[in-house]
């Protein structure tokens, strides 16, 4: 069984799983046709929410992956390098991206298991954080909006702003992982092309 597709199948089917049932809440939605024979209807339900999910996971990449990319990000690992005091300015987010880069790229490829595993899981983790964001922002528009459509859609932006939030630091903690593969493989190239530890410094 090839699990890296097994993880891709549920990184999209939880999200469609939760999204499916508040859905139908929220529009009223028609599932009668779900009601036949038990194995057709719920390979049709399994479905159903994967396209879902996959939808929904998709639409949050846009959403929060630009903002990440284009600012916080390199705030976030900024404020946590080791002069967090030092000026913060727009020329520093596209080298701090670069930054990022190059410590996954050294975290799966330094050649020891035990941080390119890490690395790969604290990548999942971010991912799953990000397709949360639907699931979540429904599930508090479905509970507020039958009181106030406003207190909703305030709802709904908060958990927006949490979920960028969350994801920001979740790179981050890519990002250390990342080093420490950076540090690994410093050890083991040839005198004259050793990875300087300040490649992993954002000055």
């Not at 406003?150 to 969350?166: M, R």
Request: hydrophobic share 45%.
């Amino acid at each position: 069984m090839n699990w890296e597709k097994l993880e891709l199948h549920v990184e999209n089917l939880i999200p469609g799983l939760v999204l499916v049932p508040l859905l139908k809440g929220i529009f009223g939605l028609d599932l009668s046709w779900l009601d036949g024979e038990k194995i057709i209807s719920g390979a049709m339900f399994i479905a159903s929410a994967y396209l879902i999910g996959a939808i929904a996971n998709i639409t949050s990449s846009l959403l929060i992956d630009p903002l990440s990319r284009k600012g916080l990000r390199a705030l976030i690992l900024h404020m946590n390098c080791d002069r967090p005091w030092e000026s913060f300015s727009i020329k520093k987010i596209k080298t701090i991206n670069k930054l990022y880069s190059e410590a996954i790229d050294a975290g799966l490829s330094c050649g020891t298991s035990e941080v390119s595993n890490e690395v790969v899981k604290r990548r999942q983790t971010g991912r799953m954080v990000r397709s949360s964001l639907f699931p979540l922002c429904v599930f508090w528009y479905r509970l507020f909006s039958p009181h106030s459509i406003l207190h909703a859609c305030i709802a709904v932006f908060v958990s927006y702003v949490g979920i960028v939030g969350l994801y920001a630091y979740s790179e981050m903690k890519i990002y250390r992982e990342g080093c420490r593969g950076k540090r690994i493989l410093e050890t083991k190239s040839p005198p004259g092309t050793a990875v300087r530890a300040t490649d992993c410094e954002i000055a």
